[in-house]
């Protein structure tokens, strides 16, 4: 077990002092690039946060999809192949459920603030 | 005096009447494939503002899908004697240049930045025209004389469909949402158009130069073809070009009946459901086109975040898929 702080509170640390304490003293080209990269520190935090908990789930449900074990990687090339030759398709119970859980659980990671994941997240709590 | 300059001095003596040399010059974009660069020449009687277009040094043949800059400049040339708003091409380069291909145009004042013409006050009036005004632009550059169009790719939807496939599976990137999308692709391909005509390619906010008047000049037309001119309807479509502005359609500035109505005013028909089906070929597109800049950043160091950045923006694309192909009720 490796010690603490964890990889998030390192990588966040990072991201602050690059937000709070840089940023303000650099301009043109570099502060765009300087964005950039506090954009990706931030996606890092955000990935080592949820990303346990939305493969298992992902796992789960692929498996229960296609009857199948293997890792993530090859359970969705296999998911992606019986797409692909008409195996299956959104008249498969559980498929669509999946691909727009397995997509929301990305935009949680890569794009929060994308407004198309905003409105369906809207959705979901209303739905709930 | 930096070597860009010297070159130009050199070129614009020899074409520019009245020239005495360039300043100013400021690079722009410096793409993968293409850089642009701003400048003056300055002549007794003033100066002129000017836009270079040029493949960069070190760069051998540009990709697959690029016209040409010789063929973007005929193009342009061709949209400016039509009335359509395009930059005046001052010159096309040759080899006593000595600045690689490219061409030099007439600068267009305006703002190119999305965000800033969705947002902005000063362009409110523009905003409340601008779809019906880019339905009728773009009837405008599909009626341009095929006759005297340069030499460009001609790719029917069936080819389009098998190139984003191939392109997909050379990522070795399985995604079930891409699949869905090529396979509802397939079995919705509308077959050959009714009628062949110029497609812009990459008729977006981005690359429209727009004044509080709208519409001063449409660019990069680097992805020009001949085709399906309701591909460019549905591309102007695509969410990745709304900007957050969900509900309005046409690049986040108003619906689809307006872009339509301004079109079919031009005197051309619209055709709602291949529209539709190239704004989904234009989704996956967008989102293909993610995935090569994941490969190219693991490929070259350069613009490494942008790249690597752009890459996680695939996702973006696929709920963008989903919420059309499968919608939650």
């Known amino acids: ?128 | 005096m930096k070597v860009i300059e010297e070159q130009l001095t050199r070129s614009v003596a020899a074409w520019y009447p009245g020239a005495t040399g360039v300043g100013g010059t400021l690079k722009l974009s410096g793409g993968a494939s293409q850089e642009t660069w701003s400048f003056e020449i300055m002549t007794r009687s003033g100066n002129v503002g000017a836009i270079l277009r040029r493949a960069p040094e070190g760069y051998g043949a540009a990709p697959s899908r690029a016209a040409g800059l010789d063929a973007e400049a005929a193009l342009m040339h061709l949209a400016h004697q039509a009335g359509l708003p395009s930059p005046r091409v001052l010159h096309v380069f040759d080899a006593n240049d000595d600045l690689g291909p490219g061409f030099i145009m007439e600068r267009v004042e305006g703002e190119t930045i999305a965000r800033k013409i969705l947002r902005d006050a000063q362009f409110a009036d523009a905003r409340s025209m601008l779809a019906r005004q880019l339905g009728r632009i773009a009837a405008g550059i599909h009626d341009l004389p095929r006759a005297k169009l340069p030499l460009l790719r001609q790719r029917t939807a069936s080819e389009e469909i098998g190139e984003l496939a191939r392109e997909y599976g050379s990522l070795n990137w399985p995604k079930p949402v891409f699949e869905l999308a090529l396979r509802w692709l397939r079995d919705n391909d509308p077959g050959p158009p009714v009628q062949v005509t110029l497609v812009h390619g990459d008729f977006r906010l981005g690359n429209l130069i727009i004044g509080v008047d709208g519409v001063r000049a449409v660019l990069d037309w680097e992805l020009a073809h001949l085709g399906d001119p309701m591909e460019d309807l549905g591309w102007i479509c695509v969410n990745s070009w709304r900007f957050g502005e969900l509900d309005k359609p046409v690049g986040g500035l108003g619906t689809r009946e307006e872009l339509f109505a301004g079109y079919e005013a031009a005197g051309r028909a619209v055709d709602a459901a291949r529209v539709t089906f190239y704004e989904v070929m234009g989704t996956l597109r967008w989102g293909v086109m993610c995935g090569g800049m994941m490969q190219r950043f693991r490929m070259q160091p350069d613009h490494a975040m942008e790249r690597a950045m752009i890459g996680r923006r695939a996702s973006e694309t696929e709920i963008d898929l989903l919420r059309l192909l499968a919608p939650r009720i």
């Open chain 1, 1 to 128: 077990m490796q010690d603490e702080p964890g990889p998030t509170e390192l990588t966040k640390a990072v991201a602050d002092f690059l937000r709070e304490d840089i940023a303000p003293l650099v301009s043109g080209h570099n502060a765009f690039k300087l964005r950039v990269a506090i954009n990706m520190l931030d996606l890092v935090t955000r990935q080592l946060t949820l990303e346990a908990a939305s493969d298992a789930s992902e796992k789960r449900r692929v498996q229960g999809l296609l009857a199948m074990q293997g890792s993530l990687f090859e359970l969705n090339r296999a998911l992606a192949d019986k797409i692909a030759n008409g195996e299956l398709d959104l008249r498969t119970p559980g498929l669509a459920e999946h691909l727009w859980q397995t997509t929301m659980d990305k935009l949680a990671v890569d794009q929060p603030t994308y407004a198309a994941y905003r409105r369906e997240l809207e959705r979901s709590k209303l739905q709930r």
